[in-house]
């Protein structure tokens, strides 16, 4: 996540069918070509009338949000945001079916967590009391994992604590497949975590 303006979609990591059946190739058409290609338009276009911003890193902006203008913060915050939240979301999943954490970050989530299953119920339960749009977020916080939640685009992004996973539970994340049953795609994007790429993220966020 190192790009700067103009910032560039970036394609989906496997084909829109991947991740079926959980996730429907029509969801992640929408998802992905829609909603996340519309916040990355609009981070340009916020940024295209600020070019004393335009070499800061997506991440910059949203660790720094407050250093910027503040006519644009909240522009910034919702679709910087947007933008980085969806680029974790997209690239934290695989259709290659279901896997664990493995190794030396098996035993890290043992550490923080008592065991997978309870790092299970932990963020099931945290995604599924995200009031209205939002997410859940895996962070790591000076080399300790925890479970948070944020509004709306918002991300737990500062310098010390690096999101490594995260599920997205607005409803357009979900309602063309699930409707209102926002519990089941929980329990079936569980089904399509991609633990290698969570595992190189907590590496570089352990070793920061
Ligand atoms: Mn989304």
């Not at 309602?175 to 994007?189: C, P, S, V």
């Amino acid at each position: 996540m190192n790009e700067t303006f103009p910032f560039q979609a970036e394609p989906l990591p496997y084909a829109y069918n991947a991740l079926e059946p959980e996730l429907s190739k029509e969801i992640l058409e929408f998802h992905h070509d829609k909603h996340y290609k519309t916040y990355v338009d609009n981070l340009n276009g916020i940024l295209s009338d600020f070019p004393k911003y335009q070499d800061w890193t997506l991440e910059n902006l949203l660790i720094h949000l407050e250093d910027l203008p503040t006519d644009i913060q909240t522009g910034i915050r919702n679709n910087g945001g947007g933008v980085y939240n969806h680029q974790l979301y997209f690239r934290c999943m695989q259709g290659n079916g279901f896997s664990m954490p493995e190794g030396d970050f098996a035993n890290i989530i043992h550490r923080d967590f008592e065991s997978f299953d309870n790092f299970s119920r932990i963020f099931t339960n945290a995604a599924t009391k995200v009031f209205g749009s939002g997410y859940a977020w895996l962070v790591c916080e000076n080399g300790k994992l925890s479970v948070v939640t944020t509004g709306n685009q918002d991300t737990p992004i500062t310098n010390s604590q690096k999101p490594i996973l995260c599920i997205d539970v607005w409803e357009h994340a979900y309602y063309l497949q699930y409707q209102n049953r926002r519990a089941d795609y929980i329990t079936n994007w569980f089904q399509l975590i991609n633990w290698d790429y969570v595992n190189t993220l907590y590496l570089q966020a352990s070793q920061s």
